[in-house]
């Protein structure tokens, strides 16, 4: 039905909620014989090898979560500085031997360790690159070659002729092969796609901002159009985001007439499983034309219930100065998913420092849609309870005072990380006020927006030497929780920060 029929995203919702009963009545049992692989290779397509000594960006991590590059400002990107930029979004920062099986660890983190997220390159104007769309390999740091040319322009007609895109430098396109996260998810994979498609941005816009290169988020534009470029039949792998990379004098001049791409890759497991629900959900959303593109972008949002925090109520703390965080290559390198922690306490300002680095809203063509609760379980200088988050003010509202680990581990389907961490964030959304102006763009765009929110509070974290991990919960029990400020709103993810055990770090 289109876009507009948001009935859609509604029953999708809906039938992918976790319950107690949901997660006992309907078990999924994982077949390790057929677990996709987590990277797309393309064995015919000519390829080219990427800088190796990266030099990662010494520039506070907490500094580049907060800076802003003009859009008509940016350095020239050469490869260099593009494979840094690549490499700290969704690069292999290492590998493990665990019995006769081999992780992988990527740069940013992903729900399962699944990796569904694939990055392409459309290069005009890096030097040292030869114009043309490729594929970025983060197993051996290659790019595959896919087309020859600047498809700058064609781009920017899939995304109403968008300005940033017109006078990138580059472009990137993150398309997410459902199949590797529908292995253990099924069908609610889809909102996991967007969760890690939003920690991958949240470290591409850190680095983009460290090396002085502009970055901007788009997701209205037309599906087709794109899918064609890429050689993706929008069901098994879909679009997802565009990012507008750095910024030239000259806009882009045409691009060639695009032919079908008949290169092949290496399937990524014996037996894939399609779900219809998701795909369905997809599907619906799609933008199919310049005038549904133009429908999005031209939405707006009814106003929200306005609650100003009243002196009383909000809570003000004092923030860590960046230069007290590590560098942001040093922070994405240490970057793992707290397996364990400790139940010991951060101190106030470090949960303040977390939450101020995370909640700006990204360089992006939709407005923010997500809003912030957190249970404190253990943070010196506050008291435990549940509180809101206000972006804005960057302030703190005590909701209800109380001991809540045991809830804060009930919540988020029962794993002690949520009662043994220090702090349980919480993101959520007015899923009906989303949909009303964007369609079922919408339900995409704010799981999107609670992913990189998520990613920058992993990024934060880690760079004051605390530990973070992304988790999924009972959804209605979650709203009730937090009710009545949370009426009408459903979580999106759960981040658990704290202090990481020592006997078991990842």
């Known amino acids: 039905m289109g876009n507009e029929y948001i009935e859609a995203a509604r029953v999708f919702h809906e039938i992918t909620k976790h319950s107690y009963t949901s997660v006992r009545s309907s078990p999924h049992f994982l077949d390790w ?53 690549l490499f700290c979004a969704d690069g292999l920062t290492r590998q493990k031997r665990v019995g006769d099986d081999d992780y992988h660890f990527r740069a940013a983190a992903s729900a399962g360790a699944l990796y569904p997220i694939e990055i392409y390159l459309a290069a005009g104007s890096v030097e040292g690159l030869e114009t043309g769309l490729y594929h970025f390999s983060p197993a051996d740091l290659r790019m595959a ?21 017109l006078r990138a430098r580059a472009v990137i396109a993150m398309s997410a092969i459902y199949w590797r996260s529908e292995w253990k998810y099924r069908a609610r994979a889809y909102r996991y796609c967007y969760w890690d498609a939003g920690t991958i941005l ?23 159009a794109l899918e064609r470029l890429l050689g993706i039949d929008g069901d098994r792998e879909g679009m997802v985001a565009l990012v507008a990379l750095g910024h030239t004098d000259e806009p882009a001049a045409s691009s060639p007439a695009v032919e079908p791409l008949t290169l092949e890759t290496i399937p990524l497991s014996s037996n894939e499983v399609a779900y219809p629900d998701l795909v369905k959900m997809h599907r619906e959303s799609r933008l199919v034309s310049a005038d549904e593109v133009a429908a999005v972008l031209g939405a707006k949002l009814d106003s929200a219930p306005t609650r100003s925090l009243s002196s009383t109520n909000a809570l003000h703390l004092e923030t860590i100065t960046s230069e007290e965080s590590a560098g942001l290559g040093e922070t994405i390198l240490r970057r793992g998913s707290s397996r364990a922690f400790a139940q010991e306490a951060i101190a106030a300002e470090e949960l303040a420092t977390i939450m101020a680095a995370s909640s700006e809203h990204p360089q992006a063509d939709f407005p923010p849609l997500t809003d912030t609760y957190l249970i404190v ?8 309870g549940a509180y809101y988050y206000d972006r804005r003010a960057r302030a703190f509202e005590l909701l209800k005072p109380g001991n809540f680990r045991g809830e804060a581990g009930y919540l988020c389907l029962e794993q002690p990380l949520g009662m043994d961490c220090s702090a349980l964030v919480v993101y959520m959304a007015d899923l009906e006020r989303a949909l009303r102006a964007f369609g079922n763009r919408g339900y995409g765009a704010a799981h999107l927006e609670a992913g990189i929110l998520g990613g920058r509070a992993y990024l934060a974290a880690y760079s004051l030497g605390r530990g973070a991990t992304g988790l999924t919960f009972y959804d209605d029990d ?26 078991m770090k990842s």
């Open 202 to 224: 949240a470290n591409l816009l850190a680095a983009a901002a460290a090396e002085e290169i502009s970055a901007e988020v788009i997701t209205a534009f037309e599906d087709p």
């Open 478 to 503: 979650t709203t009730k929780f937090f009710e009545p400020h949370s009426a009408g709103k459903s979580p999106l993810l759960m981040v658990a920060l704290g202090v990481p055990s020592s006997r």
């Open 33 to 85: 014989d057929n677990k996709p692989l987590p990277y797309k290779i393309y064995p015919g397509a000519a390829s080219i090898p990427l800088p190796r000594d990266l030099n990662l960006s010494p520039t506070p991590a907490l500094a580049a979560l907060s800076s802003y590059v003009p859009a008509d400002f940016s350095a020239p990107i050469d490869t260099a500085s593009l494979t840094r930029i």
């Open 145 to 165: 070659g896919l087309r020859r040319g600047d498809w700058r322009s064609y781009i920017a007609d899939a995304a109403a002729r968008r300005p940033s895109i």
């Open 377 to 384: 379980n253990a943070a010196t200088g506050m008291e435990p």
